[in-house]
């Protein structure tokens, strides 16, 4: 063979080696874009969403829908490329989502955890928001601390050091002016049997603080008699706690939060109300609009970022709390314009 034939021949070669590269070999990025949106005052695989148990509820319409980011792994090359070229989705390190140090179960586990938490944070800010009790319970407790086989989680906490707990922030101030090897009284509930005191001996906190330490995650939650189901197949992340909220009081108040519009949103929930920022939020308003929203609630932190890249035609409405929510959308019933980014 001449020069040339191998020349070609070995182009030829060189070509289908980096196809075959670009086709088959991983990259260490993932490719972030528009997830599923679902609406919380609707349905999903059959199932209510958000149904509520032994307590009057009210008739809804309209949307308030809970928007995700999408998150796909295991890309080639060539399909990463092809996404990003696409203009829908970005390129992230997967060490981000993924971290070298955590199996994908135990990411999975964690994000289903998240999920879950930010369920019982939104049942729990909601119904503070109108007017039902709350009390305060043990969320987690630290491993080898000195509440480890004393409380457990669940147990509710009425005082701690003869004082009175009514808010999670309070067990903390309770042990203020201890020091480690204090001994104080907690009083609390298991279940359905009867308040008892148990008596911790507070170690050092591994801060550094100069406070006795207990070693309990507190966390408050709805005191009530009626159940608030939330039901959502194959979701992570806190995110959707908002929205949760917001269905919530819907279903549980008279009229139409929404006016009977298609509003989506976003953002993390505390349990008093405070709304934090999330990620993705392009693509989460992206989807929002395809879907037909026409109102975005935007976490205040995210403002800046949303403002910059909203769709044509979306609507943001700027929530720092669930309160700031509700009167955005009290204003759009009004025909008003609420406060936006």
């Keep these: 063979m001449n020069r040339r034939t191998w020349t070609l021949l070995t182009s030829v070669v060189l070509v289908a080696a980096f196809g075959l590269l670009g086709a088959f070999v991983r990259v260490p990025y ?3 874009g528009p997830g599923p949106t679902f609406n919380t005052l609707g349905s999903d695989g059959g199932a209510p969403v958000i149904s509520v148990e032994g307590e009057r509820t009210y008739p809804t319409a309209g949307h308030l829908n809970m928007t995700t980011v999408s998150v796909t792994d295991h890309l080639s090359m060539f399909g990463a490329l092809g996404l990003w070229v696409s203009g829908r989705y970005a390129l992230a390190p997967r060490e981000l989502y993924f971290p070298p140090d955590k199996t994908e179960q135990e990411i999975e586990q964690q994000n289903t955890a998240a ?11 909601a119904l503070s928001h ?13 491993p080898g601390s000195p509440a480890e086989g004393l409380l457990a989680p669940g147990d509710r906490v009425l005082s701690a050091n003869g004082k009175p707990v009514p808010d999670a922030a309070a067990l903390r101030t309770a042990l203020t002016g201890t020091t480690p090897g204090t001994e104080v009284p907690i009083e609390v509930q298991r279940g359905d049997e009867q308040p008892r005191t148990v008596t911790a001996r507070l170690g050092e906190n591994p801060t550094g603080d100069q406070q006795g330490f207990l ?25 959707a706690g908002l929205m949760f909220a917001l269905a919530i009081i819907d279903k549980l108040t008279p009229g139409e939060l929404n006016g009977g519009r298609f509003v989506a949103g976003t953002g993390e929930i505390s349990a ?11 693509f989460k308003m992206t989807k929002a609009r395809e879907a037909g929203a ?13 403002a910059a890249q ?17 009167a955005a959308l009290e204003a759009l019933r009004n025909g008003q314009q609420p406060a936006g980014c």
């Design 115 to 125: 999920f879950s938490d930010s369920q019982t944070v939104a049942k729990t800010a």
């Design 294 to 306: 026409t109102t975005f609630l935007v976490p205040a932190g995210n403002c800046a970022e949303a």
């Design 215 to 239: 070693g309990v995650a507190a966390a408050e939650r709805a005191d009530v008699d009626f159940d608030v189901r939330i039901r959502l197949a194959d979701v992570g992340g806190p995110s």
């Design 130 to 142: 109108l007017g039902y009790p709350t009390e305060v319970v043990v969320d987690r407790i630290v």
């Design 272 to 282: 008093a109300g405070d709304v934090g920022p999330i990620g993705g939020i392009p």
């Design 310 to 326: 909203a769709p044509e035609g979306l609507q943001l409405a700027k929530v720092g709390t669930l309160d700031e929510a509700l």
């Design 30 to 32: 993932v490719a972030l």
